[in-house]
Structure formats: structure tokens, C-alpha cells
């Protein structure tokens, strides 16, 4: 079973920057693909980011340019580096990793952008 735990959220001033980290209980390398998603009460879970095991990235155009996925050397962590936030990026992001067309996902982490 593959478990994911999400950290890094919290409280932050629009511009301001945040990192969440994912981490995996099994190699990432493991995973077809792994990415960030978030949702907000009452509206869909949406796509964030993705990276492919080949390092190759994706990124949903309301984040494009302020987000950057990427993963630790040890195979096991990935991060979200985000960056001038909006109020429009507060929500649950959560992590996830598919392998043999199984998805699993992490707890959530909060993130709340606000003056």
C-alpha cells in the first residue's frame, strides 16, 4: 500500500510564498505519475501539477509561471514550490500517485492565502 502525507500548509499574505511536501512511502520512480490537486468547498478537485518519472512537469494555467513541482533526489519527496499567491489558491491540495491504475492520495494539507 502506497501512503502519502502532505505538509507545508498554513496561513500566508497574497505574494507570499509557501512548499508543501509529499511524502511517499515507496519510491516515487514507483508511480506513473504523480501531481497536486486542490479543491475548495462546494467546487471540484482540480489539477494543480503533475511530474512524470521522467522528470517531465505539467502545470494547470492559473499556476503557470508561480508553481514549480519537483522531487527529491531520494525518490520518495514531492514538493510545490508556490509562489506569488493569490486569494484564489487558498484550498486542500492534495497529493497523489498512480501506479497500475490505482490512485492514492495524501490527507490534504490547508492552504489559506489572506491579508
Known amino acids: 500500500q502506497v501512503q502519502l502525507v502532505e505538509s507545508g500548509g498554513g496561513l500566508v499574505q497574497p505574494g507570499g510564498s509557501l512548499r508543501l511536501s509529499c511524502a511517499a512511502s515507496?519510491?516515487?520512480?514507483?508511480?506513473?505519475?504523480m501531481g497536486w490537486y486542490r479543491q475548495v468547498p462546494g467546487k471540484q478537485r482540480e489539477l494543480v501539477a503533475t511530474?512524470?518519472?521522467?522528470?517531465?512537469?505539467n502545470y494547470a494555467d492559473s499556476v503557470k509561471g508561480r508553481f514549480i513541482i519537483s522531487r527529491d533526489f531520494d525518490g520518495k519527496t514531492v514538493y510545490l514550490q508556490m509562489n506569488s499567491l493569490k486569494p484564489e489558491d487558498t484550498a486542500v491540495y492534495y497529493c497523489?500517485?498512480?501506479?497500475?491504475?490505482?490512485?492514492?492520495w495524501g490527507q490534504g494539507t490547508q492552504v489559506t492565502v489572506s491579508s
Open positions: 497523489n500517485a498512480r501506479r497500475n491504475n490505482i490512485d492514492y
Open positions: 515507496e519510491s516515487i520512480f514507483s508511480m506513473y505519475i
Open positions: 511530474i512524470v518519472s521522467s522528470g517531465r512537469t
